[in-house]
């Protein structure tokens, strides 16, 4: 099991940026498929977009595609989404999530180690 801590949140005009990190506590995060999922107000969590171990393949929901960008650095056990061109559709609780094999999947449940999220307010 890994701990994963999000940060990077806030509120943010629309057409503004952001910046989202993901820490993870293990040492073999290089062996993680990392994922990052959000759970809009009042709706379930979705996915957003997802990174494989070495970093070079990603995946998107078509909503985000063009706009966010995933990336890891195994170096730092990190894993990052950048938020650009940002629409009060994005609002919501951002959450990463990890899973210590290959492949990926934007069903929450493929994933078994969450963080606790941070919130992505996007004002009109």
């Known amino acids: 099991q890994v701990r994963l801590v999000e940060s990077g949140g806030g509120l943010v005009q629309a057409g503004g940026s952001l910046r989202l990190s993901c820490a993870a506590s293990?040492?073999?995060?290089?062996?993680?498929?990392m994922a990052w999922f959000r759970q809009p107000p009042g709706k379930a969590r979705e996915f957003v977009a997802a990174i494989e171990r070495s970093g070079t393949s990603t995946y998107y929901r078509d909503s985000v595609k063009g706009r966010f960008t995933i990336s890891r650095d195994n170096a730092k056990n990190t894993v990052y989404l950048q938020l650009n061109s940002l629409e009060p559709e994005d609002t919501a609780v951002y959450y990463c999530?990890?899973?210590?094999?290959?492949?990926?999947?934007?069903?929450?449940?493929?994933?078994?180690?969450w963080g606790q999220g941070t919130q992505v307010t996007v004002s009109s």
């Open positions: 293990t040492r073999t995060f290089s062996s993680y498929t």
């Open positions: 999530a990890a899973r210590p094999l290959a492949g990926w999947n934007t069903i929450p449940s493929f994933y078994g180690d």
